[in-house]
């Protein structure tokens, strides 16, 4: 089993092309190429942490979560109430399942959430909103996951914490004499 992260897909949203600047001529085609990607990186084995903004209607969230590889726990985004009212539905708590507002992934000591958090003491944070004002920021210990920031799929949490030694060499690095 291995965990990823990863928000923002917004299936089903025609608006999301333009707002996010993909480059898709469809919502058909944007469905397709973030299920695709979704699952050339996700097995039926892993996990997969969605950290807001999933899907758009109900009808679309359903058919793309079924889909979709991996058992997916979700933190519900500014756009999520279709992806709430699907969570809900009989058999949908094997592939589907709400977690809080603010998560913490043990592995990798790291707090999750949509929304961005000030400095969390001694935790990294992983956060999920689109926004192009929260940057990845391994000396800061942010790491925006949004889709739109990974080529469109979810990101293993080894990378992560790649990206992490990799800053913590480098301050290292900069601090012999």
């Given amino acids: 089993m ?3 992260v990863t928000s923002n897909q917004q299936f089903g949203r025609p608006g999301a092309i333009n707002k996010y600047s993909r480059p898709f001529s469809s ?15 996700v097995t039926d084995k892993d996990v997969v942490y969605v950290l807001g ?7 679309t969230t359903e058919k793309c979560i079924n889909a979709l590889q991996g058992t997916i726990y979700f933190i519900e985004g ?8 699907v969570s809900s539905l009989p058999g949908a708590e094997s592939m589907l399942q709400e977690i809080g507002q603010i998560d913490i992934i043990p592995e990798i000591n790291a707090s999750i ?14 956060v999920g909103h689109p926004s192009n004002k929260v940057k990845t920021d391994p000396s800061k210990r942010v790491i ?14 080894k990378s992560i914490i790649e990206l992490f030694e990799e ?3 480098k301050k290292n690095e900069n601090k012999l004499p």
């Fill in 2 to 4: 291995q965990i990823f």
């Fill in 27 to 41: 919502v058909e085609e944007m469905n397709k190429t973030l299920i695709d990607n979704w699952n050339s990186v």
């Fill in 53 to 59: 903004n999933f899907g758009w209607d109900p009808t």
């Fill in 78 to 85: 500014e756009y999520d109430k279709a992806t709430v009212d």
């Fill in 113 to 126: 959430s949509y929304w961005p958090l000030h400095m969390w003491p001694e935790k990294y944070s992983l």
């Fill in 144 to 157: 925006n996951v949004s889709c739109d920031k990974w080529s469109y799929k979810p990101i293993n949490i």
């Fill in 167 to 169: 800053n913590n060499m």
